[in-house]
C-alpha cells in the first residue's frame, strides 16, 4: 500500500514517464494502482484474482482519461482504447508466462546479485 513506480516507455515514438502508485490493496485478492503523474488526464487499474480450479484468475479494470478534451476523445476512439487495450494483453500475456514457468526465479536470482 501507498508504494509507488515510475516507468519510462517509447509509445508513439515519444518517450514517456508514468508514475503510479497503489491506492488500494486486498492481499491476495486485489489490488489498484493510480497515476500520479504521467500524460494522461487520469487513470485507475485495478487488478483482481480469483481462485479456479486450482488457478489463479486475473481480471483487469483499466478507466483512463486522455488529455487534451476533444482532441483527446478523438484520439482514444481511432487510436489509444485499441492500442492500450493491446499493450494489456501483452504485458499480462509475459506476466503468465513467467508465472507458469521458472523464469520468474531467474529474476529473484539477478536482483539480490
Known amino acids: 500500500m501507498d508504494e509507488s513506480v515510475t516507468w519510462r516507455a517509447k ?7 508514468l508514475t503510479t ?3 488500494e490493496f486486498d492481499k491476495p485478492n ?39 478534451g476533444c482532441i483527446g476523445r478523438l484520439f482514444d476512439k481511432l487510436v489509444l482504447k485499441t492500442y492500450m487495450t493491446d499493450l ?4 499480462n500475456r509475459i506476466i503468465k508466462e513467467f508465472a507458469e514457468s521458472k523464469q520468474w526465479e531467474k529474476l529473484l536470482i539477478e536482483k539480490n546479485e
Open 21 to 23: 502508485k497503489i491506492t
Open 30 to 68: 486485489y489490488f489498484a494502482d493510480e497515476m500520479v503523474k504521467g500524460a494522461f488526464a487520469s487513470f485507475r487499474h485495478e487488478h483482481h484474482f480469483a481462485q479456479l480450479n486450482g488457478e489463479t484468475i486475473m481480471t483487469d479494470y483499466f478507466d483512463y482519461k486522455s488529455p487534451l
Open 11 to 17: 509509445h508513439f515514438g515519444i518517450y514517456q514517464n
Open 88 to 91: 494489456l494483453c501483452e504485458r
